[in-house]
């Protein structure tokens, strides 16, 4: 079993949630569905939690009330391996009301915000020619979806 376990807090929409989540993240699968009993504070029988695994790593989805809402300063970072992961996520998220964000961020229909990365771009970023490295950082600050080539071409010059 993980140690940690991210759990998002949701009104009533983390069974939808996770199954959205699972569909577009590859090699992801919902693992469990819990549901509320008398004692409450949810309505007996109503969806409590989801555990869902998003390519190995687990999360738990709560169904706790109105109370909390999701914001920017958590959000989880995808490493992508290639352009094709990064577009296919990117639809994926953003599919039926999401919101793209400038430098690779984003949030999905739920509020929840995403970090889709390239591998390369940390990898450019890191360069140690600092002229090489600030080109890609200009590139990457106007961009939203990140773009693999318009990464390459600016560290290029």
Same mark, same amino acid.
């Given at each position: 079993?993980?140690?940690?376990?991210?759990?998002?807090?949701?009104?009533?929409?983390?069974?939808?949630?996770?199954?959205?989540?699972?569909?577009?993240?590859?090699?992801?699968?919902?693992?469990?569905?819990?549901?509320?009993?008398?004692?409450?504070?949810?309505?007996?029988?109503?969806?409590?939690?989801?555990?869902?695994?998003?390519?190995?790593?687990?999360?738990?989805a709560l169904n706790g009330?109105?109370?909390?809402?999701f914001n920017e300063a958590?959000?989880?970072?995808?490493?992508?391996?290639?352009?094709?992961?990064?577009?296919?996520?990117?639809?994926?998220?953003?599919?039926?009301?999401?919101?793209?964000?400038?430098?690779?961020? =984003?949030? &999905?229909?739920?509020? /929840?915000?995403? $970090?889709? %990365?390239? #591998? +390369?771009?940390?990898?450019? =970023?890191? &360069?140690?020619?600092? /002229?090489?490295? $600030?080109? %890609?950082? #200009? +590139?990457?600050?106007?961009?939203?979806?990140?773009?693999?080539?318009?990464?390459?071409?600016?560290?290029?010059?």
């Amino acid at each position: 079993m993980q140690k940690i376990t991210p759990c998002l807090w949701f009104d009533d929409r983390a069974e939808e949630a996770a199954t959205f989540y699972t569909s577009v993240v590859p090699g992801s699968r919902i693992v469990e569905i819990r549901h509320y009993g008398e004692a409450g504070p949810r309505p007996a029988g109503m969806v409590m939690t989801v555990g869902f695994e998003l390519a190995g790593q687990r999360f738990l989805a709560l169904n706790g009330g109105p109370q909390f809402t999701f914001n920017e300063a958590i959000s989880l970072s995808v490493d992508c391996a290639s352009q094709e992961e990064v577009d296919a996520l990117w639809a994926g998220f953003t599919e039926g009301g999401g919101e793209e964000g400038p430098c690779g961020w =984003l949030k &999905d229909k739920y509020g /929840v915000s995403w $970090q889709i %990365v390239p #591998r +390369a771009l940390p990898e450019l =970023l890191g &360069d140690p020619d600092p /002229v090489k490295s $600030q080109r %890609v950082m #200009r +590139a990457m600050l106007g961009m939203k979806k990140i773009d693999i080539q318009g990464l390459m071409d600016a560290y290029e010059g």
